[in-house]
Structures are given as C-alpha cells and as structure tokens.
C-alpha cells in the first residue's frame, strides 16, 4: 500500500520560500497524480496543484504565480515551492494520491506538515 | 469559479440517528466527479464516497452518497461514535480543477 510521508522546515519567514517534500513508500512515484492541499489552523481545505509525473501541472489559479513542484524518480519524491509566503500561508500542508481510474478524488494522504511563516 | 456551498454549518445529532449532509454547486459539477471526506482532530482528511455515490474502500456501508449536478447529499444512516467529525465536499473538473466546501461539523448531541 502507497504512503506518503511530508518533510521539510515547520517554520519560513516572511517573503521567504516555503518549500516541502513527499517521499512516497510502497510505490513507484511513476504513472500517478500527485497532489498538495493545504488547511490553516481551524479552516477548511485548499487544494494547491496537481501533477502527473511526465511533468504535466494544474494550478490553482489563487496561487499559481507561486507555487513551483517538481518530481524526484530516483528518491520517490515530489516537492512543492511556494514563494513569497505571508501569514496567510501558515498551514498543514498535505500530500495526496489517488488510486481511483480517474483522479478526482484522493484516497491517500500523508499525515500532513505544519508550516508557520513567522519572523 | 465554482463555489461548493455545504449545509448546515454544525449538526447536532444522538448517536443512531440518521445525517443528512447537503452540498451545494453554484454550477455543475463535472460527470458527478464530487466526493466526500472525514476528517477527525489531527488527522489527514479520509475519503468516503467518490463519483457521488461510490464508496471508497473500507467504508462501512451506513454511508452513502447522492445526487447529480449542483445538488449532492451525504448521509450516514444510524451514526456510530466515531463519525462524529468535520465533513468535507470536493468537486473535480471544473475551475479551479478541485474545491472543497467550507465544511460540516457533526457533533455529539
């Protein structure tokens, strides 16, 4: 079974880089979607982009001018890069699959990193 | 831009009563491509129903999904202790391609 596992700095500073890896167990990073949501403290989801591995990306628009992933097939990693961060940006960031025929839904998740942006 | 609308805010039920969980589309969403997650305290979001009404697996069958276009409902037909949480609807498809509604808390009564 595929489980994913988020690492990477809990607190940036302000207009600095946040930056985040997935290291992916179980599977080969190859041949799926691979997703980032995020969720500040006591809100709702926001979901940040989805790649495929061959290098394809879909953005959300609200952070698209951002945000910057990248896949690592020899470490089983996918990493997510968004600059500029502010408080708004302080969250539990979440990997996520899925293994459904069609990626409209994500039935693995990591157990998510909390990222501060604070001076 | 799609805006995914869940309703009520906080429901307040005993366990083995019946949920009714309401999520609504400002458009339609894209082939019934909307989900449902769980989410407890400190945990990752869980999914339980894709394509509206398939459960994921695992999912006890008290949970079921429903609807088409801008209308979907969860419901959960006599709740456990461990329901009690926050759900989550997702759409795919549209723009942005994925959103989530804001949320329902279901709590103990």
């Known amino acids: 079974q595929v489980q994913l596992q988020e690492s990477g700095p809990g607190l940036v500073k302000p207009s600095e880089t946040l930056s985040l890896t997935c290291t992916v167990s179980?599977?080969?990073?190859?041949?799926?979607?691979w997703s980032w949501m995020r969720q500040p403290p006591g809100k709702g989801l926001e979901w940040i982009g989805y790649?495929?591995?061959?290098?394809?990306?879909n953005y959300n628009p609200s952070l698209k001018s951002r945000v910057t992933t990248s896949v690592d097939t020899s470490k089983n990693q996918f990493s997510l890069k968004l600059s500029s961060v502010t408080a708004a940006d302080t969250a539990v960031y979440y990997c996520?699959?899925?293994?459904?025929?069609?990626?409209?839904?994500?039935?693995?998740w990591g157990q998510g990193k909390l990222v501060t942006v604070s001076s | 831009e799609i805006v995914l609308t869940q309703s009520p805010g906080t429901l307040s039920l005993s366990p083995g009563a019946r949920a009714t969980l309401s999520c609504r589309a400002s458009q339609s969403v894209s082939s019934s491509y909307l989900a449902w997650y769980q989410q407890k305290p400190g945990q990752a979001p869980r999914l339980l129903i894709y394509g509206a009404s398939s459960r994921a697996t695992g999912i006890p069958d008290r949970f079921s999904g429903s609807g088409s276009g801008t209308d979907f409902t969860l419901t959960i037909s006599r709740l456990e202790p461990e329901d009690f949480a926050v759900y989550y609807c997702q759409q795919y498809g549209n723009s942005p391609l994925i959103t989530f509604g804001q949320g329902t808390r279901l709590e103990i009564k």
């Open positions: 790649f495929y591995h061959s290098g394809s990306t």
């Open positions: 996520a699959t899925t293994t459904l025929m069609v990626p409209d839904a994500f039935d693995i």
């Open positions: 179980g599977g080969s990073i190859g041949g799926n979607f």
